[in-house]
Every structure is written in C-alpha cells, then in structure tokens.
C-alpha cells in the first residue's frame, strides 16, 4: 500500500536528516554576531579516539579531531 503523505524535502533532495540538520547549523552558526559566533564555533569540534584490536585485545588508543591540522 503505497502513502501519499508528504517526503520531507530533504529527503526528495536525496540528503540525510543529520547532513541537513548540520547545513541548518553552520547557517545559524554563522549569523551569530560576536563573540556568540566564536564561542559556537569552538563547540562544534570534535575529538575522538581510536583503538586497533588484535588477539581480542586493543592497543594504544589514537586521538583524532575533526578539525584540519594547522
């Protein structure tokens, strides 16, 4: 049974919700005026570690960022 709601336009633009929702973020991100728009900046990066296993046991974690290394 097919539905006729309505597609979210997202979707009909062949975007996921999380790349759409990250576009609509960096739009606001961006009209903040200082230091707003600076103290958003910092909060949006992201750093993680990453951990290669072998025998069933992981070795020495990596740090990463999301950000490009200056």
């Not at 958003?40 to 960022?65: A, C, M, T, Y």
Request: hydrophobic share 35%; proline share 7%.
């Amino acid at each position: 049974m097919a539905s006729n709601a309505a597609v979210p336009f997202w979707r009909a633009a062949g975007m996921t919700y999380i790349t759409y929702s990250n576009i609509c973020a960096n739009l606001v991100r961006n009209c903040l005026k200082e230091p707003f728009k600076a103290e958003s900046i910092n909060r949006e990066k992201v750093h993680f570690s990453l951990s290669k296993w072998s025998d069933g046991k992981p070795q020495k974690p990596v740090l990463r960022s999301d950000t490009p290394q200056v």
